[in-house]
């Protein structure tokens, strides 16, 4: 399975802007800037979606383990907190934190964190950020 988005950006950092793509079309030509993605103007950023893509995944992955011990959640909230820091002359993301609710019929404590916990560690999300990157670039006249 291969998934696909684009970017496209024009123009200097902080003056520039930009637009975001998906493969299904859902997402198409959204607007990013550098005041959406360090100020407050309204629209998305890079940040944004990772933490998206992290709630979404551990979401369904939860429901995967929980499924697995025997379990079907009725309700799972997930709210991902990314945190991106300046260092030296740039920007890392050095966190995500995620903040999980469910309503699981049957569940107690212990196997509902032990699925969480599997969750967690075995989303893909969770593992492509631990991932090689590899790259291939061309300039173009």
């Given at each position: 399975m291969?998934r696909?988005a ?6 200097s950092l902080k ?12 997402f198409e030509k959204?607007p990013y800037?550098f005041?959406?993605r360090f ?7 890079p940040?944004e979606l990772i933490a998206?893509a ?7 992955a939860l429901s995967?383990f929980l499924?697995n011990?025997?379990?079907t959640?009725?309700r ?6 990314l945190?991106?820091v ?5 920007f890392s ?11 699981v ?7 509902f964190l032990?699925a969480?916990?599997?969750a ?22």
């Open positions: 291969n696909t684009s970017a496209v950006w024009q123009g003056e520039g802007s930009g637009n975001l793509t998906t493969q299904s079309g859902v959204q800037s005041k959406t100020g407050d103007e309204n629209g998305t950023n940040e998206a992290h709630a979404g995944c551990f979401s369904m995967l499924n011990a025997g379990l959640p009725e799972i909230d997930t709210k991902a907190n945190t991106m300046q260092e030296g002359g740039g993301i050095t966190a995500i934190h995620l903040d999980v609710s469910a309503k019929p049957g569940a107690d404590n212990a196997k032990e969480a916990n599997g967690k560690e075995n989303c893909p999300v969770s593992k492509v950020l631990r991932a090689t990157i590899t790259m291939d670039a061309k300039l173009v006249s």
